[in-house]
């Protein structure tokens, strides 16, 4: 089946730090890649939506300049947490979809990300 | 802004009893796709649902979708503990942003051995 894989797994980093997350599509070509937040015990937030060579469409209350999308090609998409705080602490999750829309997304094993 | 509303947000049931899981939107959806969670683990995809009154099983899993296509049910017969995670739904609404998905904030499954 379709595979995505999000790396890194897990980062631990003091505050004021950018991490980088990084979302390929390996078997697949996906034009539309999404990203989630996901606090403890509770559903998938969507904060973004990723689309191949364009800009990327944030949901309110997101802000684009702290949440940076880069969706440069059609396996890759990338999510920059700028100058992480410990409120930004979450687990983080891309998912993606191929061309046929209704399609399921699959998504990534997730980013679990801790500001110290 | 469209909301799919899950619940019960948690179920404790002993190994052999059956679960059932429920979400209802207040506007008709486009589809409905369930996805279950492992602790620690990513959603996986089960299963879509796309017309009205549609059935589909899954081994022990029943999915229905309303005929009105605004809500769905997860159902398992015998849960095995195998079953534990959480399920979420998540709708697809017609229009702008098709391709997006609401999710529910899911019914986490514990199965008692």
């Known amino acids: 089946g379709a595979v995505v894989s999000q790396h890194p797994s897990r980062v631990i980093c003091k505050s004021g730090t950018s991490v980088k997350i990084e979302c390929r599509s390996l078997?697949?070509?996906?034009?539309?890649m999404f990203w989630y937040r996901q606090f403890p015990k509770q559903s998938l937030m969507l904060m973004a939506t990723?689309?191949?060579?364009?800009?990327?469409?944030?949901e309110q209350g997101v802000e684009k300049d702290k949440f940076l999308i880069n969706h440069a090609s059609l396996t890759l998409s990338t999510l920059t947490v700028t100058s992480a705080h410990p409120e930004d602490s979450s687990f983080y999750i891309c998912?993606?979809?191929?061309?046929?829309?209704?399609?399921?997304?699959?998504f990534g094993d997730g980013t679990r990300l801790s500001i110290l | 802004g469209q909301q799919v509303m899950q619940i019960p947000q948690y179920q404790h049931v002993q190994e052999g009893e059956d679960f059932t899981t429920y979400c209802n939107s207040s506007?008709?959806?486009?589809?409905i796709q369930w996805y279950k969670q492992r602790p620690g683990g990513h959603p996986v995809f089960l299963i879509q649902?796309?017309?009205?009154?549609e059935v589909k099983k899954q081994k022990r899993l029943t999915f229905q979708f309303g005929e009105a296509k605004k809500n769905s049910s997860l159902h398992i017969t015998a849960t095995q503990t195998t079953d534990v995670g959480t399920y979420f739904c998540?709708?697809?609404?017609?229009?702008?942003?098709?391709?997006?998905?609401?999710f529910g904030k899911g019914t986490k499954l514990s199965v008692i051995p």
């Open positions: 998540a709708g697809r609404y017609s229009g702008a942003g098709s391709y997006q998905l609401t």
């Open positions: 990723s689309n191949e060579g364009s800009k990327a469409t944030y």
């Open positions: 506007t008709t959806l486009s589809n």
């Open positions: 998912s993606a979809t191929d061309r046929v829309l209704n399609q399921p997304q699959h």
């Open positions: 078997d697949f070509q996906a034009t539309t």
């Open positions: 649902l796309v017309k009205s009154g």
